[in-house]
């Protein structure tokens, strides 16, 4: 079993940056990868960006150059560094850990206004 708790939403303006925290416990040594996903309303949920435990990356085309996924000495926590935030990066945003199960966090708002 993982348990997944995220923190750092929140409102910015355009143009601005967030970074979005996830602390995983319980069975981290069998997480094979972890990243984010978001739901905005009315649409489907979608991947965001992913670490694997070798360190390889993937990003939504629409995040790509401006949003950053870590996971330092791929450890029990994974960051989501956003910037150049836009109105249509507004969503609840989701971490997640895979080990033969997917996990899920609560999820966290981010909403991006003037």
């Known amino acids: 079993q993982v348990q997944l708790v995220e923190s750092g939403g929140g409102l910015v303006q355009p143009g601005g940056s967030l970074r979005l925290s996830c602390a995983a416990s319980?069975?981290?040594?069998?997480?094979?990868?972890m990243g984010w996903y978001r739901q905005a309303p009315g649409k489907a949920r979608e991947l965001v960006a992913l670490?694997?435990?070798?360190?390889?990356?993937r990003y939504a085309d629409s995040v790509k150059g401006r949003f950053t996924v870590s996971r330092p000495n791929a450890r029990n926590t994974v960051y989501l560094e956003m910037n150049v935030l836009k109105p249509e990066d507004t969503a609840v945003y989701y971490c997640?850990?895979?080990?033969?199960?997917?996990?899920w966090g609560q999820g966290t708002q981010v909403t991006v206004s003037s």
């Open positions: 997640y850990a895979a080990t033969t199960t997917t996990y």
């Open positions: 319980g069975s981290i040594f069998s997480i094979d990868a």
């Open positions: 670490i694997r435990s070798g360190g390889r990356t």
